[in-house]
C-alpha cells in the first residue's frame, strides 16, 4: 500500500535526508509531511516570492505506524508535544501537570517509522498551554483539536522509512496567494477558540488537576 505525502518547503527536496531537521518539532526529528496538497502549500508560503509542495510516495508496508489521532488519545498526543516541543510554563501547578501526562501517558512511539496526528502549530500550542494551566478541561482541549482545520501531519522518523519514499515531482506556490490563506486558517481557529473557551459546564468537566489528583492511568475507561 503506498501513500501519497506533500511536503511544504521554500526549497525543491527531491531526496529527504535521515537524521535532519529540528529536533524539537512536534514528534521530534523527522520530515513532516501532509496528505492535503493545499495545506502544504499554505506550510511553504513565507516572505520570500515562491515555494514548492513537493510530491512523493510512501510505500507502507512493513513500516509501523504510530497514528495519534485515531489509535491514541488526547494526552498520549498532549505527551509526545510535552516531550518534544519547548514550553514555557511558569507556575507550579503547570509544571506539575506536564511531569505527570509525560509520566503516564507518553506512549511508545519512538520505536515506530512514521507518526501521524494533529499538528501543533502556534494555535494548539496555545489550547494545550491552557489546558496545562488549569485553564480548560480536557473536553475543551479536545475540541479545540478541529478548530480552523489546521490538519494533520504524517512524519517519517526512522531511516526505514526514508528508504520507503520515493520523489515524484512537485508544484510551485504563489505565496502571494498561499501566505494570506495560512493566516487566514491560524485566525479562525484562534477567533473560534476565543468564542468557546469558556463556554463548558464545570459540573460535567474534567481539568488537569482533576485528573492528577484522581489518578487517572492511560487506559483509564474516561480516555476512550
Known amino acids: 500500500m503506498k501513500r501519497i505525502l506533500y511536503h511544504g518547503s521554500k526549497d525543491l527536496i527531491s ?17 513532516y509531511c501532509t496528505e492535503n496538497i493545499e495545506l502544504a502549500k499554505e506550510w511553504a508560503s513565507s516572505d520570500s516570492p515562491i515555494g514548492y509542495a513537493n510530491i512523493y510516495s510512501l510505500d507502507l508496508e512493513g513500516l509501523r505506524i504510530c497514528d495519534l489521532s485515531t489509535g491514541h488519545h488526547i494526552l498520549n498526543w498532549l505527551a509526545v508535544l510535552l516531550e518534544n516541543r519547548t514550553f514555557d510554563l511558569s507556575s507550579g501547578a503547570a509544571l506539575k501537570a506536564k511531569e505527570y501526562i509525560l509520566e503516564t501517558f507518553r506512549p511508545e512511539y519512538k520505536d515506530c517509522d512514521v507518526i501521524t496526528g494533529y ?4 494555535s494548539y500550542f496555545a489550547f494545550a498551554k491552557d489546558f496545562l494551566n488549569n485553564s480548560i478541561p480536557l473536553e475543551k482541549l479536545s475540541e479545540a483539536m478541529r478548530l480552523g482545520k489546521l490538519g494533520e501531519q504524517v512524519v517519517l522518523i526512522s531511516e526505514k522509512a526514508f528508504d520507503k519514499i520515493c520523489f515524484t515531482g512537485a508544484e510551485l506556490v504563489n505565496n502571494a496567494i ?36 484522581d489518578g487517572w492511568k492511560n487506559d483509564d475507561a474516561r480516555l476512550q
Open 15 to 31: 531526496v529527504p535526508l535521515f537524521g535532519f531537521g529540528n529536533t524539537h518539532n512536534d514528534y521530534g526529528q523527522g520530515f
Open 119 to 122: 499538528r501543533a502549530d502556534d
Open 178 to 213: 498561499y501566505y494570506p490563506r495560512k493566516q487566514e486558517r491560524d485566525a479562525a481557529a484562534r477567533a473560534e477558540y476565543r468564542e468557546t473557551k469558556d463556554k463548558f459546564d464545570f459540573a460535567d468537566s474534567t481539568f488537569v488537576m482533576d485528573i492528577i489528583r
